[in-house]
């Protein structure tokens, strides 16, 4: 397969994945319209459409679902092939890309790197901030920090001290609580505040928990938060008898094939030590 065929490839199999172009785009972190144009790309160069698309979003063809198995199959070939190539580099340099939330990545994870550009100054980290899950079969990224209830069974990961969220505002007078939105509608607390607080207290929120802690600190209205987050952002107080604290693991791992490189299993033993001693 061609070069330019193959990279289109990604952005079609993402959008099968995710079911819409606005949901692929975001978790292959571009714009709406260069998923469009890869995808046209691909049709254009293997004989036609794909997709029926509709207000419901995009769905294979009929016909077209024995094609897209059998390039799924060439392309998990080639990465394993990719991975294999990567374990056979042993030397602890080289560069290692984490994938975690934008809160982590702005509370925890410099820490972590101040400890490892000491202990390993030749390594370069680089740090993909992103509240959708990358797909890691496609080493997207090379080690995530994440937290959740279950995790693929193809990822190898060590769970370190659980996130805690709590709601947060400037008062307890505040009787509105901010919606989680995007991939934090799939979350545990909201899936609390669904069961919990009635439609009329909600408001429009966001899909980023550091935003949601600035419109509480604007005084707007009850925000669930990390409690790492909650506890420094000035002005917010822990709204204790709103809501029981809720506690999901903060994993740390990646593909099973990338376990034993040195490079990721240095980063990763580094970032659980570090997190396995922190107050999250």
């Excluded at 972190?29 to 890869?38: I, K």
């Excluded at 209830?149 to 709590?166: G, N």
């Excluded at 550091?210 to 009850?222: C, D, E, F, P, T």
């Excluded at 809720?246 to 990646?254: D, K, L, N, R, T």
């Amino acid at each position: 397969m061609h070069s330019s065929n193959w990279d289109n490839l990604r952005y079609v199999l993402s959008v099968i994945e995710a079911g819409s172009v606005s949901a692929a785009a975001r978790d292959l972190g571009v714009n709406h319209a260069t998923v469009l144009r890869r995808v046209a790309a691909f049709e254009a160069q293997n004989g036609g459409a794909l997709f029926d698309r509709n207000a419901n979003g995009y769905r294979l063809l009929p016909g077209k679902e024995a094609l897209v198995q059998a390039v799924r199959e060439v392309e998990n070939a080639v990465l394993s092939v990719e991975r294999l190539m990567l374990g056979a580099n042993p030397q602890l340099s080289g560069v290692v890309r984490i994938s975690s939330t934008d809160t982590i990545c702005q509370y925890l994870l410099p820490d972590v790197l101040q400890s490892l550009k000491a202990e390993a100054p030749q390594l370069e980290i680089e740090l993909l901030s992103n509240n959708s899950h990358l797909n890691f079969a496609r080493m997207e990224a090379d080690l995530f920090v994440r937290p959740a209830m279950t995790l693929p069974e193809d990822m190898i990961a060590t769970s370190v001290r659980p996130l805690v969220f709590r709601a947060y505002a400037v008062s307890p007078e505040q009787d509105k609580w901010f919606r989680l939105q995007g991939p934090l509608a799939r979350s545990a607390p909201a899936k609390w505040l669904s069961t919990n607080v009635q439609g009329d207290s909600l408001r429009s929120g966001s899909d980023s928990f550091v935003v949601l802690s600035r419109m509480a600190q604007s005084g707007a209205g009850i925000a669930i938060l990390p409690s790492f987050v909650g506890e420094q952002v000035t002005g917010l107080v822990h709204l204790v008898d709103r809501m029981p604290d809720i506690e999901v693991p903060i994993w740390v791992g990646s593909h099973q094939d990338l376990r034993d490189i040195p490079r990721i299993r240095a980063v990763r033993n580094c970032v659980i030590t570090h997190l396995s001693g922190s107050q999250t």
